[in-house]
């Protein structure tokens, strides 16, 4: 039944045997049935794959097989065809980090759920009868309200990362070559952990803020349902969204920037729709931590400009003006120049790992965790080198220095 399911998910064998960190040649045998899977890694298979630990040891069926009864649930969807090995291989990676995101949790004490209750809070704050776009702005509203990410009536683009993290949502930012994948979300572990991956590549801040905002919507109401949502950098815009992309792209605009602090930003900074610069909207959009398109779309759906003006305003090119006001719009070389001697090196340039030819940027909090946990002595050295997917040389090398001292901030 492995070498079937693993068949379904489209998944090149080699990738797979890199993945668990096992010889090609030995996985090969597991699929073929002449030798069986040891039971230590049947539980990182079931994560990775998606499936019970029982249908991975199940004796293959001799009888016609249906494609749809095989491929795991959140894989079936991953076989599109716009996307291809790299974008499964990927979201692969992206479930073996959340199995040792779950050992951690619970070498760390337990699992943080936090997200359940925010997550209902948030559904129940709807009206299920409303229009997609409407449902989006009432799950906002909800959504800056029981984060208190309100307050102040500022953007939120700062802010949203670490309360992600806070609430047990696990976040990825990870360049994707030759990849149209945006965006996709699904759920990780034992513990069904919500999983939001960006493609990171040839992508500004601002954007990722609005795709990572997108992704949190489908977390909140499509993963009960459907195992993964995935969005595309270039969609059929001819289209009309389907309810959960129209509901998602609300919620994403609505809970980065909506009406009041549109009218905060325009009183603080002495700004008029009429008479907008390249200067003004640079600022705007430095202040909301939103791309230039997400500004003028709300300021359009408040009834601030009309669409000429908004197709003037788009013409803008504010990027210079958007570098003044933000460090966010520098390259990442630039900034971490300017940065340099704010952060430890890890977080800069030790993050990066690979299995096989997969390159993976793992998150800040996640590497803090595992250094955390080894320094406490609950894991060993070798473990913290498997969870942060690298050879033991090569962790030791990156954070000798971090080993054995006092907790990370």
Same mark, same amino acid.
């Given at each position: 039944?492995?070498?079937?399911?693993?068949?379904?998910?489209?998944?090149?064998?080699?990738?797979?045997?890199?993945?668990?960190?096992?010889?090609?040649?030995?996985?090969?045998?597991?699929?073929?049935? =002449?030798?069986?899977?040891?039971?230590?890694?049947?539980?990182?298979?079931?994560?990775?794959?998606?499936?019970?630990?029982?249908?991975?040891?199940?004796?293959?069926?001799?009888?016609?097989?249906?494609?749809?009864?095989?491929?795991?649930?959140?894989?079936?969807?991953?076989?599109?065809?716009?996307?291809?090995?790299?974008?499964?291989?990927?979201?692969?990676?992206?479930?073996?980090?959340?199995? &040792?995101?779950?050992?951690?949790?619970?070498?760390?004490?337990?699992?943080?759920?936090?997200?359940?209750?925010?997550?209902?809070?948030?559904?129940?704050?709807?009206?299920?009868?409303?229009?997609?776009?409407?449902?989006?702005?009432?799950? =906002?509203?909800?959504?800056?309200?029981?984060?208190?990410?309100?307050?102040?009536?500022?953007?939120?683009?700062?802010?949203?990362?670490?309360?992600?993290?806070?609430?047990?949502?696990?976040?990825?930012?990870?360049?994707?070559?030759?990849?149209?994948?945006?965006?996709?979300?699904?759920?990780?572990?034992?513990?069904?952990?919500?999983?939001?991956?960006?493609?990171?590549?040839?992508?500004?801040?601002?954007?990722?803020?609005?795709?990572?905002?997108?992704?949190?919507?489908? !977390?909140?109401?499509?993963?009960?349902?459907?195992?993964?949502?995935?969005?595309?950098?270039?969609?059929?815009?001819? $289209?009309?969204?389907?309810?959960? $992309?129209?509901?998602?792209?609300?919620? !994403?605009?609505?809970?980065?920037?909506?009406?009041?602090?549109?009218?905060? &930003?325009?009183?603080?900074?002495?700004?008029?729709?009429?008479?907008?610069?390249?200067?003004?909207?640079?600022?705007?959009? !430095?202040?909301?931590?939103?791309?230039?398109?997400?500004?003028?779309?709300?300021?359009?759906?408040?009834?601030?400009?009309?669409?000429?003006?908004?197709?003037?305003?788009? =013409?803008?090119?504010?990027?210079?003006?958007?570098?003044?006001?933000?460090?966010?719009?520098?390259?990442?070389?630039?900034?971490?120049?300017?940065?340099?001697? $704010?952060?430890?090196?890890?977080?800069? $340039?030790?993050?990066?790992?690979?299995?096989?030819?997969?390159?993976?940027?793992?998150?800040?909090?996640?590497?803090?965790?595992?250094?955390?946990?080894?320094?406490?002595?609950?894991?060993?050295?070798?473990? !913290? =080198?498997?969870?942060?997917?690298?050879?033991?040389?090569?962790?030791?090398?990156?954070?000798?220095?971090?080993?054995?001292?006092?907790?990370?901030?």
């Amino acid at each position: 039944m492995l070498k079937d399911i693993i068949n379904a998910t489209k998944l090149p064998h080699n990738f797979c045997a890199s993945l668990i960190g096992v010889d090609p040649i030995q996985f090969q045998e597991w699929l073929e049935g =002449a030798r069986p899977v040891p039971s230590f890694i049947i539980p990182e298979l079931s994560t990775v794959l998606g499936v019970s630990e029982k249908r991975l040891t199940e004796v293959s069926s001799q009888t016609p097989k249906i494609e749809e009864r095989i491929t795991p649930a959140v894989w079936y969807k991953l076989r599109d065809a716009k996307l291809g090995d790299l974008d499964r291989e990927m979201v692969g990676l992206v479930r073996k980090l959340g199995f &040792f995101l779950g050992q951690l949790q619970q070498v760390r004490g337990g699992p943080v759920l936090e997200y359940a209750p925010v997550f209902g809070a948030i559904r129940s704050a709807c009206d299920k009868k409303a229009p997609p776009s409407a449902q989006g702005s009432q799950a =906002a509203a909800a959504f800056r309200s029981v984060s208190g990410l309100q307050h102040g009536q500022a953007g939120i683009g700062e802010l949203i990362r670490g309360y992600f993290r806070r609430i047990g949502i696990l976040v990825i930012e990870s360049p994707l070559k030759h990849s149209s994948l945006e965006g996709c979300c699904f759920s990780v572990g034992a513990s069904s952990v919500p999983c939001i991956f960006v493609n990171s590549l040839n992508s500004t801040w601002f954007r990722r803020n609005s795709v990572l905002m997108h992704e949190l919507c489908h !977390a909140i109401f499509d993963l009960e349902d459907d195992p993964v949502a995935i969005d595309f950098i270039d969609p059929n815009e001819s $289209e009309q969204p389907k309810f959960n $992309e129209a509901r998602a792209q609300a919620f !994403a605009q609505d809970a980065l920037i909506p009406q009041s602090v549109l009218v905060q &930003f325009v009183n603080r900074f002495g700004l008029h729709w009429d008479e907008l610069t390249p200067q003004d909207l640079g600022r705007l959009v !430095a202040s909301a931590h939103v791309e230039q398109k997400l500004v003028l779309a709300a300021a359009f759906d408040a009834g601030f400009i009309d669409e000429e003006q908004r197709a003037t305003y788009d =013409a803008f090119s504010c990027a210079p003006y958007v570098r003044e006001y933000s460090d966010h719009a520098l390259s990442t070389r630039e900034y971490l120049k300017q940065r340099v001697g $704010e952060s430890p090196k890890w977080i800069a $340039e030790n993050r990066n790992t690979e299995v096989g030819t997969r390159k993976l940027r793992l998150p800040v909090r996640y590497v803090d965790e595992v250094i955390k946990a080894l320094n406490d002595g609950v894991i060993s050295l070798g473990k !913290a =080198a498997e969870m942060t997917m690298m050879e033991r040389g090569t962790f030791t090398q990156r954070f000798r220095d971090l080993m054995r001292a006092p907790g990370l901030e």
